[in-house]
């Protein structure tokens, strides 16, 4: 049994959420250098260029990446080892994400969904929590941005659909983007689970995006398909034209209900501010 501070957990979420609102994290800035090699268009070569240096800017000058500094996501594995000893969890995360955004001077989006007036405080943090083997806690954060959340979608589709209708849903899914998400995108999938898994699937995947395990050979054949069909859309960085539509795509193939076949598409910007720690 290993005991530890649901304080020091949201006090590290809250270091998390301050840096990564000024760095983009190396894999995707890594990305993106390859991804000019790869763009043929002057124009999506002029949008990788001043995303590359918005992203430059934003270190040195320490300034947000992006004016919508996003809502707050956390994804805790908990280790099934560890006892967990102060404020309650969720209280203890997000405190730690509202102290992120106050000292950080953050854009604090959450509002009432009706009236829309702003709460101030960019509470509450959406919390999922993961119980997996030994006694670590590993956290992991997303600060998502409106415009991408807003076209992240869920689908239903026939559960007798052929592999090629469940590839164009995809594709369209995707697409159905547009310029509106601020692409070269990073994309999470997932095709089965549930309505209310397929989502959280879906983000785990994004959040997996060029990390360890692999995808499997079926898991990855049909990401880089559907990844390859996106490119040659032709909407290009920024939608302004060319061929590098998205960044990435990790996909996840889970058992669902013999009577359904949910496709769940969850969509980041070029601006992909996530970051992981292992306590």
Same mark, same amino acid.
């Given at each position: 049994?290993?005991?530890?501070?649901?304080?020091?957990?949201g006090a590290?979420?809250?270091?998390?959420?301050?840096?990564?609102?000024?760095?983009?994290?190396?894999?995707?800035?890594?990305?993106?250098?390859?991804?000019?090699?790869?763009?043929?268009?002057?124009?999506?070569?002029?949008?990788?260029?001043?995303?590359?240096?918005?992203?430059?800017?934003?270190?040195?000058?320490?300034?947000?990446?992006?004016?919508?500094?996003?809502?707050?996501? /956390?994804?805790?594995?908990?280790?099934? %080892?560890?006892?967990?000893? $102060? @404020?309650?969890?969720?209280?203890?995360v997000? +405190? &730690? #994400?509202?102290?992120a955004?106050?000292?950080?001077?953050?854009?604090?989006?959450?509002?009432?969904?009706?009236?829309?007036?702003?709460?101030?405080?960019?509470?509450?943090?959406?919390?999922?929590?993961?119980?997996?083997?030994?006694?670590?806690?590993?956290?992991?954060?997303?600060?998502?941005?409106?415009?991408?959340?807003?076209?992240?979608?869920?689908?239903?589709?026939?559960?007798?659909?052929?592999?090629?209708? /469940?590839?164009?849903?995809?594709?369209? %899914?995707?697409?159905?983007? $547009? @310029?509106?998400?601020?692409?070269?995108?990073? +994309? &999470? #999938?997932?095709?089965?689970?549930?309505?209310?898994?397929?989502?959280?699937?879906?983000?785990?995947?994004?959040?997996?995006?060029?990390?360890?395990?692999?995808?499997?050979?079926?898991?990855?054949?049909?990401?880089?398909?559907?990844?390859?069909?996106?490119?040659?859309?032709?909407l290009?960085?920024?939608?302004?034209?060319?061929?590098?539509?998205?960044?990435g795509?990790?996909?996840?193939?889970?058992?669902?209900?013999?009577?359904?076949?949910?496709?769940?598409?969850?969509?980041?910007?070029?601006?992909?501010?996530?970051a992981k720690?292992? +306590?």
């Amino acid at each position: 049994m290993r005991l530890i501070s649901t304080e020091i957990i949201g006090a590290e979420v809250r270091d998390l959420f301050l840096s990564t609102a000024y760095l983009l994290p190396e894999k995707v800035r890594s990305r993106l250098v390859s991804a000019m090699a790869e763009e043929v268009s002057p124009q999506g070569q002029a949008a990788l260029s001043t995303i590359l240096k918005n992203a430059e800017m934003a270190t040195t000058a320490f300034t947000p990446l992006c004016q919508d500094t996003g809502l707050a996501q /956390v994804v805790l594995e908990l280790g099934q %080892a560890v006892h967990l000893d $102060g @404020p309650p969890l969720g209280q203890a995360v997000d +405190l &730690g #994400m509202r102290q992120a955004y106050e000292t950080g001077y953050l854009r604090k989006s959450t509002c009432h969904p009706l009236t829309r007036q702003n709460l101030g405080s960019n509470s509450p943090v959406s919390l999922e929590t993961i119980i997996v083997p030994g006694d670590q806690v590993s956290i992991r954060i997303l600060a998502k941005g409106g415009g991408c959340d807003n076209k992240s979608v869920l689908l239903n589709l026939p559960p007798a659909s052929s592999l090629d209708t /469940v590839k164009k849903a995809a594709v369209s %899914a995707a697409l159905s983007a $547009g @310029p509106d998400s601020c692409p070269p995108y990073c +994309l &999470g #999938m997932a095709i089965g689970g549930s309505f209310e898994s397929a989502p959280r699937l879906a983000r785990r995947a994004l959040l997996d995006l060029w990390e360890d395990p692999p995808m499997t050979p079926e898991e990855e054949d049909l990401a880089g398909s559907i990844l390859e069909e996106i490119n040659a859309s032709g909407l290009g960085p920024m939608g302004l034209g060319g061929r590098v539509t998205a960044l990435g795509l990790r996909l996840k193939l889970y058992p669902c209900h013999i009577a359904s076949l949910p496709i769940a598409v969850y969509l980041n910007c070029h601006s992909f501010r996530t970051a992981k720690l292992v +306590l």
